[in-house]
């Protein structure tokens, strides 16, 4: 049965903590990013930034995922962006992979490695590992759906709790989408998910788990959710302005393509595809686009704001910004 692998992060202890910059879209962590390696040139060390974006990886997905320009790229090495067709997919695990691969390698060259970005389900495989768990099987998964919807979620969750207490104990009766993936564990592997997880970090991996200690978590954490709302709402239109439905028009000249792959399934790319789809009108699309990137930037701070020991700081009040990236300078050197 294949399973996703159990990654164990590898860290050195008498090196400093890898710096980390996490927040929602639209936070300004490209841009305190690019402030720090900046500094870090002014005083002779040399930042390499590993993207930490399930949409970066996609060459010809520019625009709409808001890609560090050339000119950004070219002050600053930048890994994991452009990496990957469209047609192709990335995981959590590759992530990873590759992301404590390149920390090795860029402190064998004598450079400073920092993550960026807000995929925070990579953030979880690459500081916590992923449990062996199985990947979802589509029949039993379609014969849970039915079964749920037939008896309901609490009697499912009855269920559950005989085969597997420990895990029907955390969940409410009423998450179907946790309780059927614990029943769909079950019935894969005969094996109760508690199992799997018993040395292992929760499932999402965010639940009050303590940052390991070879990692310096900064997040961007805006207090103005009307403020950050806005800043999404001007770069959704300086997307547009720039020519972001012709970029889509391209992807889908391109006839490999469609609109079930995760790079089209990226938020923007997605409703602008259904626009040129003529499955709706531009005002739809610029309303669903929005609608999804605040969606998705509230499931950002949700995982952020469940992990313990995180140094949080508002990029809207500039006294915070200010420290946080004094402190990001601070961790150059330490």
């Known amino acids: 049965m294949p399973t996703e692998p159990h990654i164990q992060p590898t860290h050195v202890l008498d090196q400093p903590p890898i710096l980390c910059i996490v927040g929602p879209t639209g936070a300004g962590k490209t841009q305190i990013a690019m402030s720090l390696a900046e500094h870090a040139q002014s005083i002779g060390l040399t930042i390499e930034i590993i993207s930490m974006d399930s949409a970066l990886v996609y060459r010809g997905l520019d625009i709409g995922s808001a890609k560090p320009s050339k000119a950004e790229q070219s002050l600053v090495p930048h890994h994991l962006i452009d990496i990957l067709e469209p047609t192709e997919s990335y995981s959590a695990a590759r992530f990873a992979h590759d992301a404590q691969r390149l920390c090795t390698e860029i402190r064998a060259r004598g450079n400073i490695p920092i993550i960026v970005g807000g995929t925070m389900l990579y953030w979880r495989a690459w500081a916590y590992g992923l449990s062996a768990l199985p990947p979802a099987n589509p029949d039993i998964r379609a014969h849970l759906d039915a079964q749920g919807k037939s008896v309901g979620w609490p009697a499912m969750h009855a269920e559950l709790t005989k085969v597997d207490p420990i895990t029907a104990a955390r969940l409410q009766p ?121 969606q998705l930037g509230k499931r950002q701070l949700t995982w952020l704001r469940a992990i313990a020991g995180r140094k949080t700081f508002d990029p809207f009040n500039s006294d915070e910004l200010k420290a946080a990236l004094e402190h990001c300078k601070q961790s150059l050197i330490k």
Request: proline share 3%.
């Open 174 to 294: 009423n998450d179907s989408q946790r309780v059927q993936r614990a029943l769909e564990v079950y019935e894969i592997t005969g094996q109760a998910m508690s199992t799997f997880l018993r040395d292992a970090p929760s499932e999402d991996g965010r639940e009050g788990s303590a940052i390991p200690e070879w990692i310096n978590l900064v997040s961007l954490e805006p207090s103005d959710r009307a403020r950050l709302h806005q800043n999404v709402e001007i770069r959704f239109d300086a997307m547009l302005q720039s020519g972001f439905i012709d970029e889509v028009k391209t992807l889908r000249a391109n006839t490999n393509l469609h609109a079930d792959l995760p790079a089209i399934r990226s938020v923007g790319y997605r409703q602008v595809w259904e626009y040129l789809s003529g499955e709706i009108d531009l005002e739809q699309m610029r309303y669903k686009s929005l609608a999804a990137t605040r």
